[in-house]
């Protein structure tokens, strides 16, 4: 992506549509194509520069957005990063413009799944004290989550498996890397076998709790759905007893 | 194991009318690879009605020696009755920590024999999740009313957050409601803990050997439409606690009946939703817009009122402070703005650097324009309600939202 950018300085090009490399291609009639290969000394560049022009949190939000996956997002990045390079001074705050609103309230959006995962993911406990978790966010969000993660739980083995996008985190007490768990067929029947001796209980313990802890007086579904949306549920412990 | 399932139950049960759930304001850091770390707050779930649950809230005893009528836990009323053993808080807390399942413990508890033994266990119990289990996750107590200085100081080295209730606003409805209590032993303990805060956090800027002492400082609650009391004894409790004590929160909780009291609700009778609603946004305002509590209620308006909220209120008794120009205005202007939040406002300012802004960036910004075009001027928009009486631009509003809370009401009562 960074790459992409410096290439249309480098040419002084006018850009038309990106697209990621499976996508299928639509192309203007006459419009040139250019294939764009990640080098990453064109791409510190771009980042360095940017660097000098934004604050720590602004280029934090380009990278969200980036990882927001949204098609054709590309094309506002690119954009508002061309916007970022023409002089103004702090640029990143002009949400005039429609293209620097829409970076930050995108980043906003990748910013509520990365708060909503650190809340949502439930660990359970292997026979082999491994925790793992698996999720299915919306949006990239496990590199923005694995500082909170290792922080949390510096004492415990785990691994937070995104299986949409098929690759995990993993920590092994020293350190978080990442991981491709090639699951076998019957992984559903190895889960039960494999898990702690313990897990049920606790698990018990918290469906329990969960369920006692509601006023029925107060009952207000609409509200708990707005707070807990139901793409959520499946991987949701305290949500399995319905 | 089937007993300890019991007790969760039952002390989950008694503990829920405890509307605090907070985990922020704290930073406790995870050391030497130990168990936890507490930072921004995470809301782990929400319950059926909607309330966020982030920490495993619990009694540790629903035995009681006091007979406060607005209390499940009351000694005269007919339940069953069970405690848990230290260890028992202890395991619970470690394990659901380790799943992700909270961010910590709130422990509180009916009073068993007298102040000093209870405040002694929750002490205990805090005290052997930090020292012996190494957990930096969060931790609030409950101060029990009464209990001796010495606790209380111990409490606070290792609870994030430390909190007695007030329950009742006004000091007639507690003499009412609960003969036993009164406001000075809750008082005492908030005075003890604020002086200790604010000394141990000056010290901890000169020394940094200076443990932490209840970082997240200390809260307290308020019952709602139990006692007969206004709105306006609530909100100017409410500002006073904020200001003379340095609470961190005041939590409003709307009376659920539980009782069979006549000096109480009716078991049944609706809870207040609105009205909690009303005060939580009015706190809001005390906290984050610079409102004042007389500017809110007042001997003249005593209640919210419950079909605006309480901002849009005040600018309708106020026309004259209107029409702001958001592209001129100081914050602290634009904040007073109905449909303004404290976000948008600051984004306004922001933005409108770059150049004047027009009502539909306005509304990107996320404005709500609904309300807020009674009362601004902006690019290519001229104030035509100027002179328009207050109940009219009410009704205007009105007749183009309903709010949320009174549309639940109304099908509600459709019901019956």
Redesign the interface.
């Known amino acids: 992506m960074l790459t992409l950018i410096f290439e249309s300085f480098e040419y002084k090009w006018h850009i038309a549509a990106i697209y990621k490399k499976p996508e299928s291609i639509q192309n203007g009639l006459f419009d040139a194509m250019h294939e764009v290969i990640t080098n990453e000394t064109k791409a510190l560049r771009v980042w360095n520069a940017l660097r000098l022009k934004l604050p720590p949190n602004a280029l934090g939000d380009l990278y969200k957005v980036f990882l927001s996956e949204i098609t054709q997002i590309e094309m506002t990045l690119c954009t508002a990063i061309s916007f970022y390079f023409s002089g103004v001074d702090k640029p990143h705050l002009a949400y005039g413009r429609s293209d620097v609103l829409r970076i930050k309230q995108i980043a906003k959006m990748v910013d509520r799944e990365r708060h909503r995962m650190k809340a949502f993911i439930r660990f359970s406990r292997q026979q082999d004290d491994l925790y793992g978790a698996m999720i299915e966010p919306d949006f990239n969000v496990l590199p923005l989550i694995r500082k909170h993660f290792s922080d949390r739980y510096a004492d415990q083995r785990w691994l937070i498996y995104d299986v949409k996008r098929d690759y995990g985190i993993y920590y092994n007490l020293q350190e978080v890397e990442e991981v491709r768990v090639a699951f076998s067929k019957d992984f559903q029947e190895h889960k039960m076998l494999l898990e702690h001796p313990e897990e049920k209980r606790y698990r018990n313990l918290w469906q329990q709790y969960f369920k006692q802890v509601n006023i029925v007086e107060r009952k207000n579904l609409k509200l708990h759905i707005q707070h807990v949306p139901r793409r959520y549920w499946k991987h949701l412990t305290e949500k399995q007893i319905l | 194991?089937e007993r300890?399932?019991e007790k969760?139950?039952i002390l989950?049960?008694a503990?829920?009318?405890d509307v605090s759930c907070s985990s922020s304001g704290s930073n406790r850091?995870?050391k030497n690879?130990?168990?936890?770390?507490t930072g921004a707050g995470?809301?782990?779930?929400?319950?059926?009605?909607?309330?966020?649950?982030s920490l495993?809230?619990i009694l540790l005893t629903n035995f009681c020696i006091y007979d406060c009528a607005y209390c499940v836990t009351r000694k005269s009323n007919d339940i069953k009755r069970v405690s848990f053993t230290v260890q028992e808080v202890v395991d619970?807390t470690i394990?659901?920590y380790?799943?992700?399942?909270i961010e910590g413990l709130f422990l509180s508890s009916g009073i068993f024999k007298n102040a000093d033994y209870t405040m002694e266990r929750l002490v205990r119990i805090a005290k052997k999740l930090r020292q012996e289990h190494?957990f930096n996750g969060y931790i609030h107590l409950k101060t029990i009313p009464g209990a001796s200085d010495e606790l209380i100081h111990e409490a606070g080295l290792y609870a994030d957050r430390l909190s007695v209730n007030i329950e009742i606003p006004t000091e007639s409805g507690l003499k009412l409601l609960a003969p036993e209590k009164n406001r000075q032993d809750m008082v005492k303990p908030m005075e003890y803990l604020r002086n200790k805060i604010t000394e141990l956090g000056e010290e901890k800027r000169i020394f940094k050997k200076t443990p932490i002492f209840a970082p997240a400082g200390q809260s307290t609650q308020m019952i709602i439409g139990a006692s007969g009391e206004t709105d306006e004894q609530i909100v100017f409790m409410a500002q006073r606690l904020y200001r003379d004590f340095s609470l961190k929160r005041v939590y409003y909780s709307?009376y659920?009946?539980v009782s069979c009291d006549n000096r109480l609700p009716n078991i049944g009778s609706a809870?207040p939703?609105v009205r909690e609603n009303r005060l939580y946004q009015t706190d809001w305002l005390m906290r984050f817009y610079g409102f004042q509590a007389d500017e809110l209620v007042n001997r003249q308006y005593p209640l919210l009122e419950l079909d605006i909220d309480p901002k849009l209120s005040w600018a309708l008794r106020n026309l004259s402070c209107f029409p702001i120009d958001v592209n001129r205005a100081a914050l602290h202007l634009i904040l007073r703005i109905p449909g303004v939040g404290v976000r948008s406002a600051q984004?306004i300012i922001?933005?409108r650097?770059?150049?004047a802004?027009d009502m539909e960036?306005l509304k990107?910004?996320g404005v709500s324009i609904n309300r807020a075009k009674y009362f601004i001027i902006c690019r290519g928009y001229k104030q035509i309600y100027s002179d328009q009486a207050a109940h009219k631009i009410k009704q205007y509003i009105l007749a183009t939202s309903q709010s949320k809370y009174l549309r639940?009401h109304c099908q509600q009562l459709n019901l019956f």
Do not use: W
């Open positions: 194991m300890i399932e969760l139950s989950a049960d503990a829920k009318y850091k995870n690879k130990g168990l936890g770390d995470i809301c782990h779930t929400y319950t059926e009605d909607g309330r966020c649950v495993l809230k619970l394990n659901f380790r799943r992700n399942y190494h709307g659920v009946p809870v939703l984004q922001m933005a650097q770059y150049g802004l960036q990107k910004i639940r």
